[in-house]
């Protein structure tokens, strides 16, 4: 149970400071919530990740419909992604928010234990952040800090003509069941998997297969993709979603957003090798190839044709 605390900010941060003075420090955490800033102590000298991402109500959920918990839990999760995206460890995180000034102390709350969830499954330390209210709609903003490994960070840069394209999951219709409220970081398998082969190019889909890749192919100069239509796993909820809108549920695993599973390329006898032994058991599917000609092509049984990326642009006028 929730100690009882009233409405001031500084009960709030003492709430939470308390929280998570219960739970082990991580490796970096010296010094955590309560003073002007945190202390962190990285040990050896490594490359150090910092990703951060701002959701807003009524733009990346709806905080009646989806409620506190879900909304931290995915503000999380987005940002423990972008991490595994870089095949890197998480260790601390810092987040500020603008709550809402009605009931702003309860859904602080749930929001921390949606955070604090994910934070402990992962070693994250909660060592910071701002706490606002306002008149306006909830504004959470999560930055996580993580560590690269002795490889190195995988980069979206580095794919190569020839590469075989892998995710770690099926795609397609994360809204049908809430899915995309529970992103699931692959921390685990990114690490796996650059433990096992070089990986050339690596990213998380949270826009969509077909615009996550094409990120891949723009930063890696200007390559090419053909993704084979008969390979792509299609997630059963993109089957369900298919049978309401009869877009083919193809269309949904290809541009859907929100999957948060990786997409990564790696050489041909990497991946034949990855595909015929797995590690750690995580699963696998081969969706198509990198080539020189630029842009990016569905290969069915008519022939190969363009493939126009679709998936999901905030920047896009909302017609
Ligand atoms: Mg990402």
């Known amino acids: 149970m929730p ?5 001031s900010e500084f009960a709030l941060i003492d709430w939470i400071r308390r929280r998570e003075d219960t739970r082990p420090a991580g490796a970096w955490a010296r010094l955590g919530i309560g003073d002007d800033c945190a202390i962190l102590s990285i040990g050896e000298p490594c490359e150090i990740l910092v990703t951060t991402d701002m959701l807003m109500d009524g733009r990346h959920f709806r905080l009646e419909r989806d409620g506190p918990d879900s909304v931290g839990y995915k503000a999380m999760g987005v940002n423990l992604s972008d991490i595994a995206a870089m095949a890197g460890i998480p260790r601390a995180a810092v987040v500020s928010v603008a709550l809402p000034r009605n009931n702003a102390v309860k859904l602080a709350q749930g929001l921390h234990s949606g955070m604090s969830a994910l934070a402990e499954r992962f070693g994250v330390d909660l060592v910071g952040g ?4 306002w008149d ?3 504004v959470i903003n999560v930055t996580v800090l993580g560590q690269a490994t002795a490889r190195g960070a995988v980069r979206r840069s580095g794919a190569r003509p020839g590469d075989i394209i892998l995710v770690t999951g099926p795609l397609g219709g994360s809204l ?3 899915r995309h409220l529970r ?3 692959r921390i685990a398998e990114a690490l796996a998997l650059h433990e096992a082969v070089p990986i050339h190019a690596m990213i998380d889909l949270s826009d969509g297969l077909s615009s996550d890749l094409t990120h891949i192919l723009e930063e890696s100069g200007d390559l090419g993709a053909i993704l084979d239509a008969a390979a792509i796993p299609i997630h ?10 009869d877009r083919p549920a193809l269309d949904h695993a290809l541009h859907d957003g929100e999957d948060f599973e990786l997409c990564l390329t790696v050489a041909r006898d990497d991946a034949d090798r990855l595909l015929a032994a797995p590690p750690a058991a995580l699963r696998l599917h081969y969706v198509g190839e990198i080539v020189d000609a630029p842009g990016l092509r ?4 008519e022939g190969i044709r363009p493939l ?4 999901f642009d905030h920047f896009r006028p909302r017609g």
Not at 3 to 7: A, E, F, K, L, Y
Not at 236 to 245: I, K
Not at 298 to 301: C, F
Not at 308 to 311: D, T, W, Y
């Open 3 to 7: 100690d009882p605390i009233n409405t």
């Open 130 to 133: 701002d706490t606002n209210a």
């Open 136 to 138: 306006g709609p909830l």
């Open 176 to 178: 049908e069941s809430g």
């Open 183 to 185: 992103p699931e970081p």
């Open 236 to 245: 059963a909820d993109a089957l369900a979603m298919s049978h309401r809108d």
């Open 298 to 301: 569905l290969r069915t049984e």
């Open 308 to 311: 126009q990326p679709s998936g």
